[in-house]
């Protein structure tokens, strides 16, 4: 019913930049927050940063001042502007959606596939 698709990962120098893309599409009424997460081998998924309808945002510390998280409305689409990395960024990054469907009340949960981010020292 619902596909959220990352696209944007690869392969960076450290300092680089590289920007994530998440296109939501499918039966959705509306959308609500929107975020971008990541998670190492063995370790917990963590919460990168969090954008809402209204455009409130949300970042970890470890991201603050130099990741970017935007939307498009209209496009149902996400971003993830992400500047200076670092090594310690290298992860697969996953794009959630907390949205509504077309003809049902409750809230779901989406998740992209992923999209792997690798940054060399």
């Known amino acids: 019913q619902v596909q959220l698709v990352e696209s944007g990962g690869g392969l960076v120098q450290a300092g680089g930049s590289l920007r994530l893309s998440c296109a939501a599409s499918g039966s959705i009424f509306s959308i609500n927050a929107m975020g971008w997460y990541r998670q190492t081998p063995g370790k917990q998924r963590e919460l990168v940063a969090q954008?809402?309808?209204?455009?409130?945002?949300n970042y970890a510390d470890s991201v603050k001042d130099r990741f970017t998280i935007s939307r498009d409305n209209g496009k149902n689409t996400l971003y993830l502007q992400m500047n200076s990395l670092k090594p310690e960024d290298t992860a697969v990054y996953y794009c959630?959606?907390?949205?509504?469907?077309?003809?049902?009340?409750?809230?779901?949960?989406?998740w992209g596939q992923g999209t792997q981010v690798t940054v060399s020292s």
């Open positions: 959630n959606a907390f949205l509504t469907l077309y003809g049902r009340s409750e809230h779901f949960a989406y």
């Open positions: 954008i809402t309808s209204g455009g409130t945002t």
